[in-house]
C-alpha cells in the first residue's frame, strides 16, 4: 500500500444507505429498509434458567467446562451400528478418519469396518450414508452402490469437490463429491507390494494416512507396512516415495534424506499450513516426524523412538503412548495427537507438547481436560473456524473445544466470546462475568451477525465500555436509539469503548461516544486493528484520550479499515495531538467533521505501519476540518509515511455528488499546513477548498509536487503563506483543470505559490486579490524553475497588490 489521500474510493452499500438521514432528522425510505435488514438479523437470547457467575445453564454448574479441552459427545451413542440419525441418536461401527469440507458445514467419515464413507451435518448433527454398500468388495460406482475395503483415512480437497480415500487394502480412492462416484486412483486392489508408477501400476502396503498440499496438487501418503512416505502427483496420478528404506526404525529414529530415513508404522499424515513439510505420527515409534515436502528430509519434531508415555515435554523430553492421528490448527502453529486416551497439542516451531484432553486411562466422560475420558480416541479434524476440532472416539464422534467460546459447552445459556480467544501462544480459560443484561454482557454474548439494539439514552460505567471484539470472520452491530442516538459515557473508566481485532467486524450505529482512555496504548474511543473493519454511521466521538499514544479518539492500524459517515470528532486528545491516527490501515468519510482541539500535532495523521512498509492511507469525501492549527508543524491532515513507494500521496475528491466540498475552515498564527507530504507528489480530483489557513514560517500547503486533473478545482480562499509562501513544491505542477488562489498572502518576499521545479499550465492558474505592500509575489519562480503556459492554458494575475516583484517575481522562466 502507498501513502495515499484517496477521496474517489466507492460508497459501500451500507453507508450510502444513510446519506439522507441527518441525526435525530426525517430517515430515508433507503435508510428505513437499511434498518429493517439489520433488524432481521438473529439476536441472542438469554436463556430461562437461573443465571449465576459466568453462566447461566439449564443442568447447573456441572455442565460447565470453562477452560480449552472441553469435550462433549457429538454424534453417536457408543454402540457397534450402523444407524442413521440425528446426533446421539446415530450409531457407528469403528470409525476412521473425518474431515470437514472447507466451508465447515459437513464432515465426512470413514467407517472402517462397516466399509462405508458417512456423512454429517454440522448444523444439525445429522448422520447419513454417502458412499459404499457395507460390505468389504473393491467395485467403483456411485453412492451406496460403489465397495469399500476397510476405508481408513481421508482428505478432501481445497475446493471442496473431491475426496480421496486410502483403504487398508492397498489402494487410493476417489470420491467425485456432487456425483458420488468413486474411482481407483493409486494402487492394486487387494495387492499388498511396493512400486513406484502410475496408477494401477503403483503399489501400497496398508496405507494408513493422507494429506494434501494446500494448492491440491499433491497427496501425501504414510504407507505403514512398507515403512515410506509416499507422494501422488494427482495431475498424473504418478506415485513416487518422498522417505523411508522401507526398514523398521532403529532406536534413535533415524533422521536422514529421503531413502535414507526410516519409519517404524507411521499412521495419520498432516501437511503444514504453507504447505512444505508433512508431519506425520509414527505409531510403532512413539514420535511425531516432520518431513519435507520437497527433499524428503526427515526429522522428529517430539518424543523420543522406543520410548513411551505420556510425558508433557519440549522435543525429546516429550514422551507419547501410541500417536495415531493428527490435524494442524488453522493458523498453522499447532499440531493435535491423537493417542487412544487421550489429545495432546505439539507447538510446530518448538516440539513443546502438552495434553489438551483425557488421561492415560480408558472410558467414557463428557468434561473439561482431565476430566474428560475417551474410548479409543484416534483420528480428528479441526473445523475451518478453528475453534474446535471433532474426533473418531471408537463409536462416537466427539467434540473437543480448542477455545472457550461458550463456557457452558452443551448448554442452551448465556456465553460469551473471550477478548482473548484462539491466542495463537496460548489456549485462555474463559473469565467469569455476570450476565446482567449491561451493554458488556450483550456484546459477549452476541452471536455472529446480531444487532444489539440499545433503548437506552444514556450507558455509563465499565459495564458499557471496554467492549472487545476479537473473533475471525465476526461481525456485530450495535444500534443506539433509532433517529436519536444513545450516549455511552466511559469517562472515568479508564478504558476506551471498542477493541476490533482479529480480522472481526463491528457497525456503530446512532451512537455518542464519550470520554474513554486508552491509558498507555492507541485510540482513546475506539482501536482497529489486524485486517478488521469498523464501520460506523451517525456517531460522534467526543473527549477521547490517548495521552501516551496516538489517535485521541480513533486509532486504525494494521491493515484494518474504518468506513464513517456522518461522523464527527470534538475534542479529542492524544500524546501527538492528534483526533485519528491512521498507521499501515485506510480511513473512508463521507461528510463529517474533524476537529483539531489540540495544541499540538495535527487532525489527520498518516503513517508507515510498525513494518514501514505499510503505509497509512484515507479517503474524504465532504469532511470539514475546523480547529486551531496551535503549535508549529500542526496539520489539518499530515503525512508521515516513512517510504516514498509508488504512486499518489495525497488523491483528493471535493466534488462527491451527494456529500459535497472538502473544506478546511483552520486558524492560526504558526506553521499551519493543510498538508505535510514527507515524500510523494500530490494530486488532487473534484473541487476542494481551503479557508484562512495561515502559516508564519513554512507553507500552508507543502508538497513534492502536485497534479491537477482536467475538471478539478482547487481554490485556496484568505490563506497566509510563511517563509515559504501559501503553496510550496521543490517538485513539478501539472495543471489541467482550475487551480485559484483568492486573497492568498505570503508574509515574506517569496510568493503565494513558489515554483521550484516544472510548472505545466494546460487549464486556469490564476490570482486574485491576494499579497499586500510589502509582501511577495502572487507567484514566485525560483532559478532553474519554470512555468510553462500550454495550448489551452491560461495564466491569470489580477489585483495582486506586491512591492516586490508585482504579480510575478521571476528568477526562472516563464
Not at 480449552?68 to 441418536?89: E, K, R
Not at 496438487?217 to 523411508?244: E, F, H, M, P, Q
Not at 482479529?502 to 446512532?510: I, M, N
Request: proline share 3%; hydrophobic share 40%.
Amino acid at each position: 500500500m502507498t501513502g495515499t489521500f484517496d477521496l474517489a474510493l466507492p460508497v459501500t452499500t451500507f453507508l450510502e444507505a444513510v446519506s439522507n438521514k441527518g441525526r435525530g432528522g426525517r430517515p430515508s425510505a433507503v435508510w428505513l429498509t437499511t434498518l429493517l435488514v439489520l433488524s432481521s438479523l438473529s439476536l441472542s437470547s438469554a436463556s430461562n434458567s437461573t443465571s449465576t457467575e459466568g453462566v447461566s445453564c439449564p443442568l447447573g454448574l456441572s455442565d460447565v467446562w470453562t477452560t480449552d479441552g472441553s469435550v462433549s459427545t457429538f454424534a453417536g451413542d457408543g454402540t457397534d451400528a450402523n444407524t442413521d440419525g440425528v446426533g446421539t441418536l446415530a450409531q457407528f461401527n469403528q470409525l476412521g478418519e473425518l474431515v470437514f469440507a472447507p466451508d465447515g458445514q459437513t464432515v465426512f467419515i470413514c467407517q472402517r469396518y462397516s466399509h462405508r464413507i458417512r456423512k454429517m451435518d454440522v448444523a444439525t448433527g445429522y448422520v447419513s450414508q454417502f458412499a459404499g454398500t457395507g460390505t468389504d468388495t473393491i467395485v467403483d460406482g456411485v453412492g451406496t452402490n460403489a465397495g469399500f475395503n476397510h476405508p481408513q483415512a481421508i482428505v478432501i480437497t481445497p475446493d471442496g469437490a473431491t475426496l480421496y480415500v486410502a483403504e487398508v487394502s492397498h489402494i487410493i480412492r476417489k470420491i467425485d463429491i456432487a456425483s458420488r462416484n468413486v474411482t481407483l486412483l493409486a494402487g492394486s486392489p487387494a495387492t499388498a507390494g511396493y512400486q513406484d508408477g502410475v496408477g494401477a501400476s503403483s503399489l501400497f502396503d496398508g496405507p494408513h494416512g493422507i494429506g494434501i498440499t494446500p494448492d491440491g496438487s499433491t497427496l501425501v501418503i504414510s504407507d505403514s507396512v512398507n515403512r515410506r512416505i509416499r507422494k501422488i502427483d494427482l495431475a498424473t496420478a504418478n506415485v513416487s516415495t518422498l522417505a523411508g528404506t522401507g526398514v523398521i526404525g532403529n532406536a534413535d529414529s533415524t533422521d536422514f534424506t529421503g531413502a535414507t530415513a526410516t519409519f517404524t508404522e507411521p499412521s495419520a499424515i498432516a501437511i503444514t499450513k504453507g504447505g512444505l513439510y508433512a508431519l506425520v505420527a509414527d505409531r510403532g515409534g512413539e514420535v511425531v516426524r516432520k518431513v519435507s515436502i520437497a527433499t524428503g528430509h526427515t526429522t522428529t519434531l517430539a518424543g523420543l523412538a522406543g520410548q513411551s508415555g505420556p510425558v508433557d515435554g519440549i522435543g525429546s523430553t516429550a514422551r507419547f503412548a501410541f500417536p495415531f492421528g493428527l490435524s494442524i490448527s488453522t493458523d498453522g502453529r499447532t499440531a493435535f495427537v491423537g493417542e487412544r486416551f487421550s489429545i495432546r497439542a505439539v507447538d510446530v516451531a518448538t516440539g513443546a507438547v502438552s495434553t489438551l484432553a483425557g488421561v492415560s486411562t480408558a472410558g467414557h466422560s463428557d468434561g473439561s481436560g482431565a476430566v474428560a475420558l475417551f474410548t479409543n480416541v484416534t483420528w480428528h479434524a479441526v473445523h475451518p473456524s478453528g475453534f474446535y476440532l471433532l474426533a473418531a472416539d471408537k463409536f462416537r464422534v466427539r467434540r473437543v473445544d480448542l477455545c472457550p467460546i461458550k463456557c457452558n459447552a452443551g448448554c442452551n445459556g448465556s456465553y460469551y466470546q473471550t477478548t482473548v480467544s484462539c491466542n495463537p501462544d496460548s489456549y485462555p480459560a474463559c473469565a467469569p462475568w455476570t450476565d446482567d443484561n449491561s451493554l458488556l454482557s450483550r456484546v459477549r454474548k452476541s452471536a455472529t451477525g446480531a444487532v444489539v439494539q440499545l433503548q437506552e439514552s444514556l450507558l455509563t460505567g465499565n459495564r458499557s465500555c471496554g467492549l472487545d471484539v476479537f473473533l475471525p470472520g465476526h461481525s456485530l452491530t450495535i444500534m443506539g436509539k433509532p433517529w436519536g442516538g444513545t450516549v455511552v459515557d466511559c469517562t472515568g473508566t479508564g478504558m476506551r469503548f471498542l477493541n476490533v481485532r482479529g480480522g472481526a467486524t463491528v457497525k456503530l450505529v446512532d451512537l455518542t461516544i464519550v470520554g474513554g482512555d486508552s491509558g498507555a496504548g492507541d485510540g482513546g474511543l475506539v482501536s482497529v486493528g489486524n485486517a478488521s473493519t469498523l464501520e460506523a454511521v451517525n456517531v460522534f466521538f467526543e473527549r477521547g484520550s490517548a495521552n501516551l499514544g496516538a489517535g485521541g479518539c480513533l486509532f486504525v492500524s494494521e491493515e484494518a479499515s474504518a468506513l464513517l459517515s456522518r461522523c464527527s470528532f470534538h475534542q479529542c486528545t492524544a500524546m501527538e495531538g492528534d483526533s485519528v491516527t491512521v498507521q499501515g490501515g485506510s480511513l473512508t468519510m463521507m461528510g463529517g467533521t474533524v476537529e483539531k482541539s489540540s495544541t499540538l500535532g495535527s487532525s489527520v495523521v498518516l503513517r508507515s505501519g510498525a513494518n514501514s512498509v505499510d503505509q497509512g492511507t484515507a479517503a474524504l469525501h465532504g469532511t470539514r476540518f475546523t480547529g486551531d492549527m496551535g503549535a508549529p508543524g500542526a496539520a489539518g491532515i499530515f503525512i508521515a509515511n516513512l517510504n516514498a513507494g509508488e504512486g499518489q500521496s495525497v488523491v483528493l475528491n471535493g466534488s462527491d455528488p451527494v456529500w459535497g466540498d472538502v473544506v478546511f475552515e483552520m486558524a492560526g498564527s504558526h506553521d499551519n499546513y493543510a498538508y505535510a507530504t514527507h515524500q510523494q507528489a500530490a494530486a488532487i480530483a473534484g473541487r476542494v477548498r481551503l479557508f484562512n489557513l495561515g502559516a508564519t514560517t513554512g507553507g500552508v500547503w507543502n508538497t513534492t509536487g502536485m497534479m491537477v486533473p482536467e475538471g478539478s478545482v482547487v481554490e485556496l480562499h484568505g490563506c497566509r503563506g510563511g517563509a515559504d509562501g501559501v503553496l510550496v513544491f521543490p517538485g513539478n505542477l501539472s495543471v489541467m483543470g482550475s487551480l485559484s488562489f483568492v486573497g492568498c498572502t505570503p508574509e515574506s518576499a517569496q510568493g503565494v505559490m513558489v515554483a521550484k521545479g516544472i510548472v505545466d499550465v494546460r487549464g486556469l492558474l490564476s490570482f486574485g486579490g491576494g499579497g499586500s505592500p510589502g509582501s511577495g509575489s502572487a507567484l514566485a519562480v525560483k532559478s532553474g524553475s519554470a512555468v510553462r503556459v500550454l495550448p489551452g492554458g491560461t495564466l491569470a494575475l489580477h489585483d495582486n497588490q506586491a512591492s516586490e516583484g508585482g504579480g510575478v517575481f521571476l528568477q526562472g522562466s516563464v
